[in-house]
């Protein structure tokens, strides 16, 4: 979209010196569950901090918003924010469209802009991000990753210590939550999403949620923040946790580790990143951020620095939206984000969590040979039984995964065997 400057968009507000006004007016774009529970939260705010909701874009005419105050304007087309000026545009609409189009335009005219939409900027952050920083207007998206702890803005005004080569985190907390109580409940994957959703720890449709996505997502916004890298989506090897089995979390046990829904990336070397479940060792620093909680482990030259608490949910991610509002409104924000490089991550080489099963499985030793023929080595392995079958889990080396497909596709021909694959990472966090 190409939106014409308003004349006033082209002030010079580099150092944007303007004082934050004592009563902020906000345009909410999305009343949902964040949106409501932060029209909930703003009503509480001193009067020396009051934040006043003059809009609000909703979709539905007849649903009841009990936390929107009666003099909220109830919009249905998102433009008529702009016949006013609101102090901020907090966006909460999710999804691409409209979002996109608004916080466009918002910050083309100069108006600070604080967003949760992890997916909107996953896809367009480069535009957006280009957008503020030619307009020198503030974007804030602390809530878009692990709401429930701030810490991108705090790397956004420290350089120096935001110079990280790589992180590991659990992002997504419906899939952690999932995972530990298919784990300590030694049930599948389906009763335990089922439980979420009516806890309400999983969305109606957790598709996103389940299959990896909205960690990408999360993963891509972390390496626009920390590597300055544009990365698409549709470039990260993703996958979700839909096909784990209890008995590939009972292997995962009996081999001293847990599989946890993970996002990776390192860029010391070449650019390599991977979402997806991964079997981590029980001394592993994520190995023991169960149920909803999220955590980040920033790797860089000053050490490995740890953040770990509640990922999301409404109430504590509208109390990251509302110090975004106050921040964005502040007079000393930097409002230059560094523009991003376009690039294409690697899938990493890790250690690989394998599960071999047949009616009759060769000796381990034959295994290993085998795999060992095509490069792939083995560091432990695991012999059981599952059901009529005989089984063997094991953790390998680090290799690529052609390598390991490859040295799996072998031993499946070779054996007869029934084989499953899950990325392993070291202990060394
Ligand atoms: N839920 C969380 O815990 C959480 C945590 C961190 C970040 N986030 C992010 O926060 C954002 C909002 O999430 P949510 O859970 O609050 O979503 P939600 O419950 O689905 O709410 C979305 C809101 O936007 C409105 N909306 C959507 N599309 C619209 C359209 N085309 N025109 C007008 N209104 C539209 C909806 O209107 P109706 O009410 O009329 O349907 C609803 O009020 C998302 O980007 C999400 O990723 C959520």
Known sequence: MTVALPPDA?????????????????????CGTVGSAFAGLAQLEPPDRAVRITHALVRDHGRDRPTLLPDVRRIYDGRSIFATSPDVVVEL?????????????????????????KSLLAAHGGELREAATR??????????VIAGVP???TFSRRPFAARVTGFTGIVNGTSNYVLTRARNERIGIAPALADAQRLGLAEPNPADDIDGIDAAEKLIVLLQQFAAVNVAPADVETDGIGRITAADIDDARALGGTIKPV????????????????FLGRRHLLASVDSAENALILEGPRGRMVFRGPGAGPDVTAATVLDDVHEAAR??????????RRAQPSAPETPWFIRVTAPRLPRRIEIADLLASHGVY???????SAGHAEGCAALTLPCSRPRIERALRALGAAARCDVRLLRALEDGA
């Open 378 to 384: 083995l560091q432990r392995t695991q012999r059981g």
């Open 151 to 153: 810490f991108l803005g």
């Open 93 to 117: 609409l999710g999804g691409i469209e409209p979002a996109r189009t608004l916080v466009l335009e918002a910050l083309h005219r100069g108006i600070p802009v604080v967003t949760a939409n």
């Open 135 to 144: 307009t020198a207007t503030p974007l804030l998206y602390e809530a878009a």
């Open 10 to 30: 082209e002030r010079d507000v580099r150092s944007r010196t303007v004082a934050a006004p004592a009563s902020l007016d906000v345009a909410l774009l999305g």
């Open 331 to 340: 007079a000393t924000i930097p409002v230059t984000l560094p523009s991003l």
């Open 263 to 278: 996002i990776a990336a390192d860029w010391s070397e070449r650019l390599r990143a991977f979402a997806g479940p991964a």
